[in-house]
């Protein structure tokens, strides 16, 4: 079946335009995740969606920062006033179960932001 | 606060070896652990996981093993394949409603050399 899938697999922006980065997760995963990976290191979470509960945004860096999730199932993260620092690899991550003991997310392929 | 730290950036093995690749942990609350594997322009994937009521897992090639009291985790890949050369993170879940929210290392770059 179809797996995590995420556009653009590459963005490049100049510093102070808004962007907006979509995944689509594997239906029927009730959880949706987002990291980021700036160059040299790990990954980053974001915010956390399950089903209709409030989402997790503690990993959010700072209010430009925002992300939806339509339906229960594609989310899109929206950077807006975007600053180099912002420069990373974004993940989006699905999984099966809300809170099943380390549930195994799956993955997308990422979202290359670039900011000049 | 690095509350999940992989120390070593890069490991090189020769095929049929052994590969030993370490993570430590400082956050006492995490209680379910797990490896993924990835590949350049590609999305981790899941290799092997293990609970903190377990120390160890065994999937094939691959073993997980815990040490809670020295909160360290380490994967073994035995025998190691040319195919194995990736970057590994092992990362970290506490219970109840962070259970989603996983917890990465910054990395291990595996390679394994005919």
């Known amino acids: 079946g179809a797996g995590v899938s995420q556009s653009p697999s590459n963005k490049v922006t100049e510093k102070g335009k808004d962007v907006e980065l979509r995944c689509d997760p594997i239906s029927g995963h009730t959880a949706l995740y987002w990291y980021r990976q700036s160059l040299g290191q790990g990954l980053e979470f974001l915010i956390y969606f399950q089903g209709n509960s409030a989402p997790d945004k503690s990993g959010l860096p700072s209010d430009r920062f925002s992300a939806e999730r339509t339906g229960g199932s594609v989310s899109t993260l929206t950077i807006q006033r975007t600053q180099q620092e912002d420069s990373a690899v974004y993940l989006c991550?699905?999984?099966?179960?809300?809170?099943?003991?380390?549930?195994?997310?799956?993955f997308g392929p990422g979202t290359r932001l670039t900011v000049t | 606060d690095q509350q999940v730290k992989q120390n070593s950036p890069s490991l090189s093995v020769q095929e049929g070896r052994i590969s030993i690749l370490n993570c430590d942990y400082t956050n006492s609350m995490f209680d379910y652990f797990l490896w993924y594997k990835k590949y350049p322009a590609e999305g981790p994937t899941f290799l092997i996981s293990?609970?903190?009521?377990?120390d160890k897992n065994e999937d094939g090639r691959f073993t997980v093993f815990l040490n809670k009291s020295a909160k360290h985790l380490s994967l073994h890949i035995v025998p190691s394949q040319p195919g194995d050369s990736a970057v590994y993170f092992c990362?970290?879940?506490?219970?109840?409603?962070?259970?989603?929210?996983?917890?990465f290392g910054q990395g291990t770059i595996l390679t394994v050399h005919p």
């Open positions: 991550a699905s999984s099966l179960g809300p809170s099943q003991i380390g549930g195994e997310q799956y």
């Open positions: 990362a970290a879940t506490a219970g109840g409603t962070s259970y989603g929210k996983l917890t």
């Open positions: 293990i609970s903190s009521i377990k």
